[in-house]
T-cell receptor, first 114, second 112 residues
Framework: DAGVIQSPRHEVTEMGQEVTLRCKPISGHDYLFWYRQTMMRGLELLIYFNNNVPIDDSGMPEDRFSAKMPNASFSTLKIQPSEPRDSAVYFC????????????FGPGTRLTVT | QKEVEQNSGPLSVPEGAIASLNCTYSDRVSQSFFWYRQYSGKSPELIMSIYSNGDKEDGRFTAQLNKASQYVSLLIRDSQPSDSATYLCAGPFSGGYNKLIFGAGTRLAVHP
């Protein structure tokens, strides 16, 4: 199995630009999670989906962030407009019921907003 | 109190020793736990899960869960330099969602 796939691996953008991060979960997994990791705040859950439906988005920092999962094999996290404080590593993870907590992480996208 | 607390370290142990990593949690976390290992510049990887009170052993790793004390630990026997990484403890949010609350992680350094 290819594991969780994320793209791009690195993204450098200027403040105010739109950023789209992409994720392909492990085939057959019904949970998909988006996390953000920084030195200051550690690993934070932004949003998660179950069977393509957003279940909890309470971790999304503000309206500039949005996430979609149009089908079982693809999800996007969009930031518009981006700000320097959004600089972080963004991870996508997937898991399979009933062991939703045993999550497989993708390699991450390192985002730098200048 | 943070929901899941870990000492950030670094915890330095000599090769071959036992490394002991600890985690405490609040009532906002349900009582099963997961240990993830994260090498520098890499993504977290699940190495142990423990769903009930007591000990669970897997190779050189032993997870211990003490629900009365709200305490969970990970012991690594015969530590190797390749065990040098950050270890993240995580527990499920008790508010009814299938989401994990992660601790800040403990950095472990195993020196030859």
């Amino acid at each position: 199995d290819a594991g969780v796939i994320q793209s791009p691996r690195h993204e450098v953008t200027e403040m105010g630009q739109e950023v789209t991060l992409r994720c392909k979960p492990i085939s057959g997994h019904d949970y998909l999670f988006w996390y953000r990791q920084t030195m200051m705040r550690g690993l934070e859950l932004l949003i998660y989906f179950n069977n393509n439906v957003p279940i909890d988005d309470s971790g999304m920092p503000e309206d500039r962030f949005s996430a979609k999962m149009p089908n079982a094999s693809f999800s996007t996290l969009k930031i518009q407009p981006s700000e320097p404080r959004d600089s972080a590593v963004y991870f996508c993870a997937s898991s399979l019921s009933p062991r939703a907590y045993e999550q497989y992480f993708g390699p991450g996208t390192r985002l730098t907003v200048t | 109190q943070k929901e899941v607390e870990q000492n950030s370290g670094p915890l330095s142990v000599p090769e071959g020793a036992i490394a002991s990593l600890n985690c405490t949690y609040s009532d906002r976390v349900s009582q099963s736990f997961f240990w993830y290992r994260q090498y520098s510049g890499k993504s977290p990887e699940l190495i142990m899960s423990i769903y009930s009170n007591g000990d669970k052993e897997d190779g050189r790793f032993t997870a211990q869960l003490n629900k009365a004390s709200q305490y969970v630990s990970l012991l690594i026997r015969d530590s190797q330099p390749s065990d040098s990484a950050t270890y993240l403890c995580a527990g499920p949010f008790s508010g009814g969602y299938n989401k994990l609350i992660f601790g800040a992680g403990t950095r472990l350094a195993v020196h030859p």
